[in-house]
């Protein structure tokens, strides 16, 4: 017998709610945070879901969306050091520069622009906990990686002291070392950063193919 009588339709048969079981954001958009910048700025995901906790792991109990935002060209830029210990040191630097803090604090801005639509008014939305006040303080508050690290192996030429790994990703002055991945970024791309490396990944395994030659 299939049928359960206390069966909640709100939960699949392996225990989670249907909310977690969606893709992670229903809606993404590119913004312009102004009409004066030339190409989209920030990347908006849409949750059908309300979360807290860090990360953001418990589900809220009440219907609810979730308007994350990122920068994209973030101007700031962290530091990945060898210690004589042989440990790692990661020293993110988040919100350095006075352009990065400007546009948090407008990504936050915009954010909330989109929840006020009046379209959403109609339907009773209204944002859950407000700041008192959107300024730098609170954007480095709320603010949280968005798992996208890239740029720790620079590609480059061997007169650039900053650069690791040359056209072909060895790393200059080793042999037989490549790095695969979007650490070799020179910069970061204006979004998401697993297609890029799956195409770096293809175009290494061209360039192996053809050393093995």
């Excluded at 060898?82 to 006075?98: A, C, E, F, V």
Aim: negative net charge.
């Amino acid at each position: 017998d299939l049928w359960n009588p206390d069966w909640n339709p709100n939960w699949n048969p392996i225990g989670m709610p249907l909310e977690a079981c969606l893709l992670a954001h229903e809606v993404c958009a590119l913004v312009n945070s102004s009409p004066d910048v030339p190409a989209p700025d920030l990347q908006f995901h849409f949750q059908p879901m309300s979360t807290t906790g860090t990360p953001a792991v418990y589900l809220d109990d009440f219907d609810a969306f979730t308007a994350s935002v990122c920068i994209l060209r973030p101007e700031s830029r962290g530091r990945l050091e060898l210690l004589p210990d042989k440990s790692l040191r990661i020293s993110p630097h988040y919100l350095q520069t006075p352009g990065d803090q400007a546009l948090a604090i407008r990504s936050l801005e915009v954010a909330r622009e989109i929840s006020n639509h009046p379209l959403l008014r109609e339907i009773g939305a209204k944002e859950v906990d407000p700041p008192p006040k959107v300024d730098l303080e609170y954007a480095q508050a709320v603010a949280q990686t968005i798992y996208h690290p890239a740029g720790t192996c620079k590609m480059g030429p061997s007169s650039d002291p900053n650069a690791v790994v040359d056209p072909s990703l060895k790393v200059h002055g080793l042999e037989g070392v490549r790095v695969v991945d979007c650490s070799i970024m020179p910069t970061i791309v204006s979004g998401n950063t697993h297609a890029p490396t799956v195409m770096i990944a293809e175009k290494t395994s061209r360039l192996l193919r053809g050393d093995a030659k």
